[in-house]
């Protein structure tokens, strides 16, 4: 007799918000960046290590899927806004880490900046489904 698994549902949502602008190396660029910070700070979102037939291991990657949506500039700013005010964890990226070439500078230019007038071009966040829903408001899934 053959046990059928019943689908994973998950209470959570890992989304990221792209500005529609940008340009594709710069849409993965941004994505990659923008989750790499998710799993240091909330573990619970990686799941196991990987190993093939062989018994070659792989790292392990989230437990569940990465929604990525885009919207405008202003959209970003109030997704912003809406994930702070929810207390959510948040990953941005901004139009100047393009012109950085490390970490510190990285930082640097964000640090130099007051989170109204930040230049976003996109973020990330986790956070229970509803609330991520409503803090990616009219933002629309990437193509």
């Given at each position: 007799?053959?046990?059928?698994?019943?689908?994973?549902?998950?209470?959570?949502?890992?989304?990221?918000?792209?500005?529609?602008?940008?340009?594709?190396?710069?849409?993965?660029?941004?994505?990659?960046?923008?989750?790499?910070?998710?799993?240091?700070?909330?573990?619970?979102?990686?799941?196991?290590?990987?190993?093939?037939?062989?018994?070659?291991?792989?790292?392990?990657?989230?437990?569940?899927?990465?929604?990525?949506?885009?919207?405008?500039?202003?959209?970003?700013a109030s997704a912003n806004a809406r994930a702070v005010g929810r207390g959510l964890p948040?990953?941005?990226?901004?139009?100047?880490?393009?012109?950085?070439?490390?970490?510190?500078?990285?930082?640097?230019?964000?640090?130099?900046?007051?989170r109204e007038r930040l230049d976003l071009v996109g973020l990330a966040v986790h956070g229970p489904r509803n609330v991520v829903d409503k803090v990616?408001?009219?933002?629309?899934?990437?193509?």
């Amino acid at each position: 007799m053959e046990t059928q698994l019943a689908p994973v549902r998950f209470d959570t949502k890992i989304a990221v918000l792209l500005r529609a602008d940008l340009a594709v190396w710069q849409r993965l660029n941004v994505t990659a960046f923008l989750v790499s910070g998710l799993g240091t700070r909330i573990p619970e979102v990686i799941g196991e290590p990987y190993a093939d037939a062989d018994d070659t291991t792989y790292l392990p990657m989230f437990r569940q899927p990465v929604l990525v949506f885009q919207g405008s500039g202003e959209l970003l700013a109030s997704a912003n806004a809406r994930a702070v005010g929810r207390g959510l964890p948040v990953a941005v990226f901004t139009a100047d880490l393009f012109a950085t070439g490390n970490d510190r500078d990285n930082r640097a230019a964000v640090r130099g900046v007051r989170r109204e007038r930040l230049d976003l071009v996109g973020l990330a966040v986790h956070g229970p489904r509803n609330v991520v829903d409503k803090v990616f408001k009219g933002a629309e899934m990437h193509p």
